[in-house]
């Protein structure tokens, strides 16, 4: 039911280069979407999706499975190495840190184990971006033919395509904004619950609500890099949406960051409802600036 948002706010920042004088929102581009594409459009890159939230699921069960602090419990000492038998030890202990209230550990137990819950976290969310990023690029170019009306992603062509454009390399276009951005994000939830939760909250019902406000604030804080992933998926990748005049081409993932930094973009597309409205502008040349800069340079 999602995924005509979802297609809305990737074409919101798809173009690196804003266009101040259409007021594009999620709602007026599904329309425009289905206006243009038929209904089934807006679910245009939905398959390679479902293949990425398929293959993150298998990921995530084999990562749950290597931490699983029960895995040697059932083994006898005498059957297990000297290594197996430390491990066994540590999984025994960072299994009855987890199950115990904060308020019974001291201070030293609760921090290490918010350390395991973090450490445990970013392995498995890694590990998902890097494994599933071939098929969240093609779900993204897929999406960005939207711009130029082309139909080089298709079902079975887009892997050929890909590589044709990019090479293999291609496959991993935006990869690392996107595990930075979601590493922070998960390292910096966390903290925020172990400090909630330690000094703010005492309630164990309202504690409970925490990692899920604290990672809602990490992400909006971290949602540049997520822009500035999709925009490097799309650079230079043979759609028309990837080359000038709808977008540069950038070197790298830190120049298109400056460059998206520089026109105030970079919380494009975070609203699902408005628009990120950074002020008037005017068209100068080829760049957008704000009325009071532009009146400034005229001068």
Not at 259 to 271: A, F, M
Request: hydrophobic fraction near 35%; charged fraction near 25%.
């Amino acid at each position: 039911m999602c995924r005509p948002s979802y297609r809305s706010v990737m074409s919101l920042f798809l173009s690196a280069t804003p266009k101040p004088s259409s007021a594009v929102s999620p709602c007026s581009c599904s329309l425009l979407s289905s206006l243009r594409d038929g209904f089934l459009g807006l679910y245009r890159g939905l398959i390679p999706k479902l293949i990425e939230l398929r293959i993150s699921g298998i990921v995530s069960d084999q990562v749950k499975a290597y931490f699983d602090y029960n895995k040697l419990e059932g083994i006898p000492d005498e059957d297990l190495t000297p290594e197996e038998r430390n491990s066994k030890k540590k999984n025994r202990e960072k299994r009855l840190r987890s199950e115990k209230d904060d308020e019974l550990l001291s201070d030293e137990e609760r921090k290490q184990k918010y350390l395991d819950k973090v450490t445990k976290d970013i392995s498995e969310r890694a590990l998902e971006i890097i494994l599933t990023q071939p098929f969240h690029v093609i779900t993204i170019r897929t999406i960005a033919q939207f711009v130029g009306g082309e139909d080089k992603y298709g079902i079975l062509s887009s892997f050929k395509t890909l590589i044709e454009d990019n090479g293999i390399l291609g496959f991993w276009s935006g990869l690392i904004p996107r595990v930075i951005g979601e590493v922070l994000t998960i390292g910096l939830s966390t903290f925020i619950t172990y400090l909630v939760n330690k000094h703010v909250i005492k309630d164990k019902d309202l504690q409970r609500y925490s990692p899920m406000v604290a990672y809602l604030a990490s992400s909006s804080l971290f949602y540049p890099f997520q822009v500035v992933s999709n925009t490097m998926a799309v650079s230079g990748s043979g759609l028309f949406a990837g080359y000038p005049p709808n977008m540069p081409l950038y070197c790298s993932w830190l120049d298109c960051w400056n460059h998206l930094r520089s026109l105030g973009q970079l919380k494009r597309g975070s609203s699902l409802f408005f628009r990120y409205y950074k002020g008037p502008t005017v068209i100068i040349g080829d760049k957008a600036m704000p009325i009071s800069s532009a009146i400034s340079v005229l001068e």
